[in-house]
């Protein structure tokens, strides 16, 4: 069945770069929505954007500022860029997909923990 | 977009229904039936346990319902079981996806 893992590193320093990318083993990332979402530890979920396999992509208003989403067709995988990250970017960061025209996460990511410190 | 509003807890005994309250404004929840419900469990990537309100996945036990008034969505767990213990979220959509401040359910 289609599964999604989280890859990237786990410890960020303030003020650099947040980079992580979800590969769809199993399936297609066609014809799909793709999200991350993200959990800070012991807090609730925050959902920070999310990309179609065509590109076009919708942010998070809070966070559309640091955000870039991106997508990889010829590797089934996509993207999340998160610049000038502080402590509070410290959380588990989840990808997670959406059928097309439906409004929802049905399949998600074991979800990875970025840790932002110096 | 402010997070949804959850009740902090909510228990119940083995066998007994339980319902969680989600309150948003008629920008997010109340203007379509886009809510969405997640169950984690410590340490576990959230499953989806409701959708479009009141839909079940397939294999999510028909234990769980859900409904909606006006702004707020309600799940609801009957016959309450200790595997039930778990977080639950709240998720709605209006051009952007906001969720519920969350709702840990203790089973007693």
């Known amino acids: 069945q289609v599964q999604l893992q989280e890859s990237g590193p786990g410890l960020v320093k303030p003020s650099e770069t947040l980079s992580l990318t979800c590969t769809v083993s199993?399936?297609?990332?066609?014809?799909?929505?793709w999200s991350w979402i993200r959990q800070p530890p012991g807090k609730g979920l925050e959902w920070i954007g999310c990309?179609?396999?065509?590109?076009?992509?919708n942010y998070n208003p809070s966070l559309k500022s640091r955000v870039t989403i991106s997508v990889d067709t010829s590797k089934d995988q996509f993207s999340l860029r998160l610049n000038s990250v502080t402590a509070a970017d410290t959380a588990v960061y989840y990808c997670a997909r959406s059928f097309v025209g439906h409004w929802y996460f049905d399949l998600w990511g074991r979800g990875t923990l970025v840790t932002v410190s110096s | 977009q402010s997070a949804l509003t959850q009740p902090a807890s909510v228990s119940g005994s083995p066998g007994q229904s339980i319902t969680i309250s989600c309150t948003g404004t008629?920008?997010?929840?109340?203007?379509?039936?886009?809510v969405s419900w997640y169950q984690q469990h410590p340490g576990k990537a959230p499953k989806l346990m409701i959708y479009?309100?009141?839909k079940r996945p397939s294999g999510v036990s028909n234990r769980f319902s859900g409904s909606k008034s006006g702004n707020t969505a309600s799940l609801t767990i009957s016959g309450l079981q200790a595997e039930d213990e778990a977080d639950y979220y709240c998720?709605?959509?209006?051009?952007?996806?906001?969720f519920g401040t969350g709702t840990k359910v203790t089973v007693l």
């Open positions: 990309i179609y396999y065509s590109g076009s992509t």
């Open positions: 998720c709605s959509y209006a051009g952007s996806y906001v």
């Open positions: 008629s920008s997010d929840v109340g203007s379509y039936n886009l």
């Open positions: 479009e309100g009141s």
């Open positions: 199993g399936g297609s990332i066609s014809s799909y929505y």
